[in-house]
């Protein structure tokens, strides 16, 4: 090699050589090691949660797809092009097929409108049906279908046929065996008292029907089920060339009733994952910044011997990659295994069996790692370059002015892509930020008000507060921005244990456990008496009814209402269907009006519609629309006054369309109650049914069942990642504090020496931190409790009612954290002789 | 008042156990004064430091106005330190987050003194620097924060004051006026002086001299 290259090369490399010495000996001790521990718990942080949120939320689309009966599945007013079962078999997807429509069963001289559902083999590729011998009798899950020739029934099919298993019924133009009463159908959805009872069949026996001709209504299903890669590269391709009339639905959109519980619980594994990062994110910054300060004089020195700007950025750059690459391992390692033990701790209590993990969380939590190195260090270290010489001599210039403002416009982007990753909604991710950057704000003006307050305290307090206060005034840039890394972690901490709480309750709140499982439809005015006297004879209170009267929607402001407006099937199917009408002085308990009014309590009764909001956007129907309902023959003509959000979740009896009370008196209305019976009281229904023959009952336990299994999972899961983050943020705001203690324990030496007491030299270290912590619970628990009160109105969908206590224990708590890690830290100095610590450093 | 039987001081280093002190005997006299003297790194500051209960020997005792300091814990010492022992570090070691007169006061406060201030202020004044007393020790040059550091040290009025290097970093004028001060403290008070020193100015008043060669006292 010739000598010229070698010294080049040799120039070349020396930024990088003097990168890695300094990264090696700065590992050993001060900010570096802080900072990569910062960052090793944030990698872990993320990828623990990542890992668990991953495995959780794979379990939670299992429970999802169950009731979709599919992974993913595309409905179609017309028959389905067969190249997409064979395309999807190319993609090694499992398919089924259902056909479903609506027709009159006969048995003897009795008729029954009924949903029939035929049926492939395969069917249901998620999930299980059950099956009984008799109605609400024991039920076992099966994997068969009905074979060709016979059908299974819902038990109140049974009933109002006066049917048995083993007896024969007409379906248009053939005959078939009943062989099983069908007690659970996993993808029955959420529409339970607009639909009809069910028939099941084998798809093979539709043709001998003669029901189902070119023009009929029905309903075409592909149901695909397969890997979620696989799942999601065909979704993509059918979406670009779905038809008219052709829908797709997938696990995000599988019942109401779990819809809203499973999108609440990943955006908070969502919300909480985010959480770790900004606040690993800060403590990179913290110690970052305090590294920049403390290489400000060697920097000055490499400059006066000669060293370019450049050179410098190279030296820094060098030492973030490589700190970052290694932190990002340690911490996948870290996070791989908190996930194994935290499995294991939870192993009797989590969901069964939770799938195998994926390995994208280490590719997720490795790019975190890099990227908040990058966006959070990178900026104070590269400040370095801009230092001068001349600061090698003059002193006043040595204090390092690091950017408190530094671009972070890095650290916003890394979030925004990460809650993009994570799948959190935009509203979500950004007021989490938008109060992150609120709160940031709010701290740092108040922690300067305290930094002015406090240097006129100092004369009138003990030493040990005055040394307290005066490192607190000290250097104001300082301790603004512990204070707000303080209060930046806290605030997150405190957001996640808000909502955390009220997540919980609403969820427990929701599935109690005398949440009705059976309802009764059908009810006749003259037989409300009775059915409550006769539930009353077994013991049950008796339960409130509700009046219903069923009306077709004729009109929308003048048009009529056709099936053949719409290409949505659901709006087809609703267009079509009678509703069922109910009336109420008082918005129905879970009903929040979200557009319009409620009506007030009048005197003459005018009618006025308040429908669910969902209705009205898939018919296209808005607040101050004139709709004209067809009742018994009698058209009701009024305005849309109001537009109703339904908790759909919450297993009540619910309706699509309400009226004020007295507009349908004239009409018979009939009665619907929901009740709750423990299954040792099932038989109550066989009497009530022989009792009342109109009577019709609707079993809601094993859907309830699933329901309440699947929340309960999410519950697990919102209560495992929480505690993990909790820890987790607890581990990165101790690094934070610490960030500042190798400065503190020299002090601590040098008061030692000059025969400062233990207890001296422990008050004023925590008088320090406790101030610190003070304002920085302070003000995040007033930035916490506006967040999370956001949060969860607009985002969870959730009344939030704060604890007071939380928020003291948040204040109390952010002081007494902050102090016992100071104390830590000193801890070892106090013991000591004081000229081994100061020599140390 | 100090004394120092067979002590030895060794640390570990990379190349085996490093002795840096051995076989040291020494008695010092309340209101004597006492110059160490010797080349870099024979152990000065190290023997201070042992003296003052800053540190503690591997081998041998120190007794300090009759306390062995190796029998007595840590707070212990730091206790005897308030009471009896004023001390310059070679290095300063004020406090940076102080301001000059505050670190002054910092032992006057800690050993529960009714009127820190006024007594930190005229001490400031004796070393000439009561106009930058509201100054944080960064902002003074080298020679200005080793006068804060002595006035630290004078300012309890302590039974032995041990130095390193009081005029290390002082001209002439100034390191002769501290000198004075030392010496007047000893005079007026009694005060036991332990200086290390290569300055002339401050050795050849003291009563004694010791020499320290590699770690031995060769006086
Ligand atoms: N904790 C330690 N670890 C390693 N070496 C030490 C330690 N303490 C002292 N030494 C070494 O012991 C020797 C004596 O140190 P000391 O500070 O006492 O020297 P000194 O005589 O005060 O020198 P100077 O005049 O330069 O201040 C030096 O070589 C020093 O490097
Ligand atoms: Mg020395």
Redesign the interface.
């Known amino acids: 090699m010739p000598k010229s290259f070698r010294s080049h090369l040799r120039i070349t490399l020396g930024p990088y050589r003097l990168g890695l010495r300094l990264l090696r000996r700065e590992l050993v001790a001060g900010e570096l090691r802080v900072m990569a521990a910062a960052l090793v718990i944030a990698v872990g942080a993320l990828t623990a949660v990542g890992f668990s949120t991953d495995r959780v939320a794979q379990a939670m689309r299992l429970g999802a797809a169950e009731l979709l009966a599919a992974d993913l599945l595309l409905a179609s007013s017309n028959p389905i092009d067969p190249q997409w079962t064979r395309q999807a078999h190319r993609h090694g997807l499992a398919t089924a097929h259902t056909l479903s429509f609506r027709s009159m069963l006969a048995h003897g001289d009795r008729f029954q409108l009924a949903e029939v559902k035929a049926v492939s083999e395969g069917y249901p590729l998620r999930g299980r049906l059950e099956v009984a011998k008799t109605p609400f009798g024991a039920a076992h899950p099966t994997r068969a279908i009905p074979s060709p020739g016979t059908v299974w029934l819902e038990g109140r099919l049974l009933s109002a046929l006066g049917l048995r298993v083993g007896q024969t019924v007409h379906l248009g133009a053939a005959q078939f065996t009943v062989t099983e009463v069908l007690a659970l159908e996993p993808d029955r959805g959420g529409e339970l008292f607009h639909i009809a009872p069910r028939v099941l069949m084998h798809i093979a026996d539709v043709a001998p029907t003669q029901l189902v001709q070119p023009a009929s209504r029905v309903t075409h299903r592909l149901l695909l089920a397969g890997e979620a890669a696989a799942i999601a590269g065909f979704r993509k391709q059918l979406a670009t060339a779905l038809q008219p009339g052709e829908r797709l639905q997938g696990t995000d959109q599988a019942s109401p009733q779990l819809r809203s519980a499973l999108s609440r619980a990943s955006q908070y594994l969502g919300l909480a994952s985010i959480t770790s990062v900004l606040i690993a994110g800060v403590a990179v910054a913290l110690a970052a910044r305090r590294y920049a300060t403390r290489h400000a004089d060697s920097v000055a020195l490499l400059r006066s011997l000669g060293a370019s700007s450049r050179w410098v950025a190279q030296v820094f750059a060098l030492q973030v990659l490589v700190l970052g690459l290694l932190a990002g391992l340690a911490g996948c390692a870290l996070g791989r295994a908190g996930e194994a033990i935290l499995s294991n701790l939870f192993a009797g209590l989590v969901i069964g069996d939770l799938p195998p993990p994926s390995w994208k969380p280490i590719g997720i939590g490795l790019a975190a790692g890099m990227g908040t190195l990058l966006s959070f260090a990178l900026p104070p270290l590269l400040k370095l370059r801009t230092i001068s010489p001349v600061q090698v001599l003059n002193r006043n210039v040595g204090y390092f002015p690091a950017p408190m403002r530094a671009s972070y416009a890095g650290a916003i982007l890394l979030l925004a892509a990460l809650g993009y990753q994570l799948g959190l909604e935009p509203r979500l991710a950004s007021s989490v930020l938008a109060g992150a950057v609120a709160t940031l704000i709010l701290l740092a003006i108040s922690a300067r008000l305290l930094v002015k307050g406090l240097t006129g305290l100092r004369s009138r307090v003990g030493v040990a507060w005055r040394f307290g206060l005066a490192n607190v005034a000290r250097r104001p840039q300082e301790s603004v921005l512990q204070i707000v890394a303080l209060g930046i972690g806290m605030l997150v901490l405190l957001v996640l244990t808000f909502i955390r709480t009220d997540l919980l309750s609403s969820w427990q709140a929701q599935f109690p456990p005398e949440a009705p499982n059976f309802f009764l439809l059908d009810v006749q005015p003259h037989q409300v008496g009775a059915v409550q006297r006769h539930l009353a004879q077994y013991g049950l209170s008796p339960p409130a009814l509700y009046p219903m009267v069923r009306g077709r929607l004729r009109q929308i402001n003048g048009q009529p209402v056709a099936a053949t407006h719409y290409s949505d099937p659901r709006a087809r199917r609703l267009a079509t269907r009678d509703f069922n009408l109910s009336w109420s002085e008082q918005l129905p308990a879970g009903n929040q009006v979200v557009q319009g009014q409620w009506w007030a309590a009048s005197e003459r009764p005018v009618p006025a519609f308040s429908v669910e909001q969902g209705l009205a956007e898939t018919l296209a129907m808005r607040v101050g629309d004139k709709l004209i309902f067809d009742v018994a023959g009698q058209p009701i003509e009024g305005r849309v006054e109001s537009l109703r959000s339904v908790a759909w979740d919450s297993f009540q009896a619910n309706f699509f369309v309400m009226l004020p009370p007295g507009v349908l008196d004239s009409f018979p209305a009939t009665y619907l109650t929901s009740l709750h019976l423990p299954a040792s009281q099932r038989q109550v229904l066989g009497g009530l049914v022989q009792a009342f023959p109109g009577i019709t009952v609707l079993d809601v336990d094993a859907l309830l069942e699933k329901a309440r299994s699947i929340v309960e999972q999410a519950i697990r899961a919102v209560q495992y990642v929480f505690l993990f983050t909790l820890v987790a943020g607890l581990g990165v705001l101790y690094a934070a504090v610490q960030a500042t203690l190798d400065e503190r324990k020299v002090e601590a030496a040098i008061l030692r020496a000059l025969g400062a007491s233990r207890n001296r030299v422990m008050l004023g270290v925590l008088s320090e931190f406790v101030i610190l912590g003070l304002l920085a619970g302070l003000v995040a628990t007033l930035g916490a409790t506006v967040l999370s009160k956001w949060l969860a109105s607009a985002v969870f969908d959730l009344d939030l009612h704060l604890d007071p206590w939380l928020g003291i224990l948040g204040i109390l708590g952010g002081a007494a954290s902050a102090g016992l890690a100071g104390l830590v830290g000193t801890r070892s100095v106090l013991a000591m002789p004081p000229n081994a610590s100061l020599r140390a450093t | 008042m100090v004394e120092a039987r067979g002590v030895e001081k060794r640390v570990p280093s990379p190349e085996g156990d490093l002795t840096i002190l051995s076989a040291v005997e020494l008695a010092i006299f309340a209101g004597e004064t006492v110059a160490v003297i010797g080349a870099s790194g024979s152990g000065k500051s190290t023997l201070l430091?042992l003296l003052a209960?800053?540190?503690?020997p591997t081998k041998g005792i120190v007794r300090l106005d009759g306390h062995d300091l190796t029998a007595i814990?840590?707070?212990g010492?730091?206790?005897?330190?308030?009471?009896l022992?004023g001390?310059v570090?070679q290095s300063f070691?004020?406090?940076?987050?102080?301001t000059a007169i505050?670190n002054v006061m910092?032992?006057l406060?800690?050993?529960g003194n009714a009127q820190p201030k006024r007594r930190a202020e005229a001490i400031l004044e004796r070393v000439g620097l009561q106009h930058r007393r509201r100054h944080?020790p960064?902002?003074l040059?080298g020679g200005e924060q080793q006068r804060v550091a002595i006035a630290?040290a004078f300012a309890t009025q302590p039974k032995v004051l041990f130095a390193d290097e009081p005029t290390g970093n002082l001209d002439q004028q100034t390191g002769g006026a501290i000198a004075e001060l030392l010496f007047e403290l000893n005079r007026e008070r009694g005060t036991t002086l332990v200086l290390v020193t290569h300055d002339p100015c401050l050795a050849d008043p003291c009563n004694r001299v010791v020499r320290l060669d590699n770690g031995r006292l060769t006086s």
């Open positions: 430091g209960g800053l540190d503690l814990d840590e707070d010492r730091a206790a005897l330190r308030g009471q022992v001390f570090f070691q004020l406090l940076p987050s102080l505050e910092l032992p406060e800690l050993a944080y960064r902002q040059s630290r």
